[in-house]
C-alpha cells in the first residue's frame, strides 16, 4: 500500500485488514463479534489510519501498522500540547460540577455477623440462631476466614469478599438490628450494622488537586478527539458494504 | 610550536599508559596492581528518589489488622520498555499495566480487550533491565541510534503485515539475535567511552549499540508510572525490573526480578551486562542496603534452568559455605513457583510417590533454540528445600529456606489468569489459539508456521491428531497462571513488602483461593469454631514462612484453613507436604498426606488419601459438579509419622475440584474436540511458604545422601 496509488483524502480499508482483526477477535472471545463490537473495531483501523495520513503529511513515513500507531501516538501528543498548563477556577468548578460522581465518597459500612459455613447447615443453622439472638439466647457460629466485624468498608469492598447477591442487602439497611440469615458463596450470614456513613460529595477544594490533574486528562483526550472530528470530514472512507463475516 | 607538539605527544602517552593500566586492572583484582580501582565510582549505586507529586487519595485509609489481611497481586509483569515485549507486537505502558490491575480494559496486541473480573490488590512492573527501552529506540527511526546497521532489522521489523501472526518467524529470530547477544558490539579498545565505562563501573557506555540516555529514561518512566499508581490502603505498586541472566555454556535460565522497598531505586537496573552472576547481583543488593534502599530478587523458571537454579555449588562451581547461604537468603527470601511458563513444584521424576506432581509442567529451558529439555534436578522448589537440609547438616548453611509466590511474567501488561479466557502472554507469537497449538491450523497456516519453526531451529513445526494439524510450538505447556499473595496487616509498600521478607506468602495458579497454615507445639488447645482462633494461632504458633523450634518435649500440631475463590471451582482437599532427612540413613524424603477433603469425607488412616468426591468436568461445555466440593476446609493436624530427631519442612497445598483446562477453552470455542496428547482438565490450586521443624542440636552427626557436596570451602 503506497500512499502514491490513491488520493490522500480517501480511505480504503482493505477486506482482509478487518478479517485478520475479527479472525484475532473471534479466535479469542469464542464468538463473532457484533454489529457494535465490529464498527469499534473498523473505527479504531479508521481513525487511526486518519492520525497516520495526518503524520505523513509531516514528513514522518514508514508504512507499518507499529509505526502508524507509534505515529498516531505522536501527533496527539503534539496535539495535546496545546493545552495551557493552569486552567482557571471557573473552569475546574465547571468540570467538577459536571464530573461529581467521580469525587464522590462512597457509602460506608461498619458491621459484625454471625457466620454459618455451608459445610454445615449453614440455612438451617443459622435460621434457628435468628431466633436465639432475638430470644437473647448463646449461639454456635462458625469463624469467618476474613473475621468477624467489618470497620468502614463499601459496597464495593462487600461485593468482593462476599459477592454480590449479599452486598445487594446493604441497600437501605437498618441499623442496629439482627438481620439474616443472608446468603453468600460460603454459608449463610446474620449481620448486624452498626454503623453507615452516607456517601457524599467533597467540597472542591479539598480535591482540587485531583479535578486539576483530571481537568488536564480530559482536554487532552478532547482536544484529539476535537481535532479528529474537525478533519474527519475531509476524508472519504470506502469500506466494502458486501464482505461477509 | 614544539612545546606545544610535546605537550600533545605527552596527552597521547600518558592516555596510552593509563589504558595498558586499566587493561592491566580489568584483567588482574590483586590490590598491588590494581591502580586505577580506587578511581572508580559505581554508577549503580546512585540512589535517586523517582517519587511524584501526588494528588492526595480522599479515600479514607483502612485500618490496619493486626491479623493480617491476604493481598493478591503479580510481581512480574512486561511493557513496551522490554527488549522481547516490543519484538512481540506490545506497545502498551506501564501506566497500561497498573491501569489493568486497577480494573480497566487494556488491548492485546491483536486487537482485542484484556479486562480483568476483579481487580488485583497490588502489581510490579518487572522489565526486563537489560536493554530496557533500547529496541523500541532501534524500531523508532527517529533516533540517532537507530540508524547504526545493528538497528536495521528492528526498522524491518515494521512492514505491513508484521503486527500480525504471519511476522512470528521474524520476530523469533530477532529475540534471540538479542538474547545472543549479536548485538552487543563494544567500542575498540582506545575508545573514549572506554575510559568512561571503565571508571563509572558501567559496561553498558562501552558498547556501541547501547545508548545511556535513552535506557535511563525508561527506567525513570517505570519509576514514575509506579510511584504515581502508588494509593496507600488501596493499591500498592512496587518499582523493580528483571535481571535477566543464564549460564555461559548451557544456557540456563537463572532469571530473578528485583523488586525495590520505597520510591527510591537506583538511577540504573543493574543487569547482566553488569554479570551474569547472581552472587554479584546480591553484592549490588546488599551494598543499596547500606544506602538505605531495600530489595528483594525473586528467582522464577527454575523449571527451565537445567538444573542450575538450585545446584549444590555456586555459579562458579565452588562448594555453598554459610557466606553463601546468609547472603542468598537476605537477598532472595521468597521464590515464584508457578507461571505462564510453567510450575515448579515438583517433578513426576522427583517425586514419583506425588499422584499431583504431574502438573503444568515445561519441561525445556527458557529460550532455548532449539527447544533443549531442561533436567528436572536442581530445577524445583521441593527439592531445593531438600537440598537446603542436605547443606545445613553439612555446615554450609540453608540457602533455599525460601518462601513462596506465583506471578505471570506476562509481556503484554495483563495478567492472563484465567483459564477460560487466556491469551498466554507474548503478544503476536501466542495471543492465538492456532499458534498456541489447541486448534488445528488453517492450511494457509502451515507454510508459515514451518517458516516460524525454522528460525527456532526445531525440526517438528506441527504435529498431526485426529482432527488436523497443529502447531508444536511448545505454548501448549504454558497456562494461565499465577498470583502472588501476601498476609499484610494493610495494603501498603511497607506492609506487603515486609511480608516477603517474612515469607509470610503463599502462591496460587490465578485462582484467589486463601489459605491460613500455622504451626506450634499447642495448637490442639485452640478452639476451631472460635472467633480468635487466628489471633489465638499467631500468639501461641508460627505461620507460613517461619521456624519451629523444637521444644523438646512435644510433637508439632499444624491448623490448615482455606477459603474457595467465589468464582471458582469449589475446594477439593487440602494436603501437607512434608520434606525431611531420615537420621537411620541420611536419605532425603518425602510425602503427601491428605489432612482435611471436602464433603465431609476422611483421609484414609493407611494411604492417606481423601477418597474421591465424585467431581467431574463435562468436557463438551466446560461445566462442573455443583454439588460436590467445599466452600472451605480447615483442620488441626499432627504428623503420624514425626521423629523428633529430623529436620523437616513441611508445606500446605490446596486443590480446587477439577476445572477446564485453558486448551479445552480455545478448542471448545473454536467448535473442536480438546487436543488428546493435552490434560483435559486441570485442578488449580494454592501452595504455602513452608514452616520448617528445626530439631534440637544433636551430638551424632549424620552426613545425608544426595547432592554432590564438594567438601573444599566448608568452615
Redo the contacts between chains.
Sequence with gaps: MGLNSYDEKEIYISDQEIISLVTAWKSQVGRNPNDDEIARIINNLVEEEILYREALKLGLDREDRIIKRRLAQKISFLKQESIPDSPSNEDLIEYFNKNNNKYFIDSKYTFSHYFFSNENNSFERSSKAYIDLLNNTSINSDPFFLGKNFVDVSEREIKSEFGEDFSSNFIDVELNKWIGPLESPFGHHIIYVRNYSQGYLPNITSVLKQVEVDFLQTQRDEAIKNYLNQIRSEYKIYINPDLQI | MKYIRNILLSLVGLYILSLVFISIDINDSRPFVSLFKKLQTDSALEVVDFSVEK??S???R??P?K?R?PYYGDLHVHTKYSFDAYVF?V?ASPDDAYRYAKGEGVR?P???EMKLR?PLDFYAVTDHGFYMGMIQAY????TDISQNDFAEPF?N????D???VESAAVRTSIFSSVLGATIIQPYPDWHPKILKAYFTRNTQLALRSFDYDIHKSAWSDVARSANEHNDPGHFTTFIGYEFTTSTDIEGANLHRNVIFNSSKASIRPWTRIDSINPEDLWTWQDKLREKGVDTISIPHNSNGSNGQMFEMETFKANAIDINYSKKRMRNEPIVEITQVKGTSDTHPLLSPDDDWADFEIMDTRVGSIPPTFSKPSGSYVREAYLNGLTLEFTRQGNPYKFGLIGSTDTHVVAASLDESNY?SKVGLLD????NRGS?PLEPENVERLTEYMRAFNQPTSTLNFEQGEYANTGFTQWGASGLAVAWAEENTRESIFNAFKRKETFATTGTRI?L?FFGGFNLSSID????S??SEAYEKGVTMGSDLLSDGVNSPEFIV?A??D?NSAPLQRIQIVKGWIDMTSGRPMEKVFDVVCSD?LEPDPETFRCPDNGARVNINDCSISTDVG????KTLWKDPEFIRADKSFYYARVLENPSCRWST?DA???GYKPREDLHETIQERAWSSPIWYVPEESDVEVIPLGGTIQMRNID
Excluded: F
Design positions: 494528588k492526595d480522599l479515600k479514607p483502612p485500618k489488622n491479623d489481611n507486537g506497545t492485546h491483536l486487537g482485542y476483579e524500531a523508532d527511526t527517529s526498522h521489523l515494521n512492514n505491513l508484521n503486527l500480525t491469551w495471543g492465538d489459539p492456532q486448534v486463601a491460613r476451631l469454631n472460635s472467633e482462633l487466628i484453613w477459603k474457595k467465589k465431609g467445599s466452600s472451605e476446609l477453552w471448545i470455542k473454536a
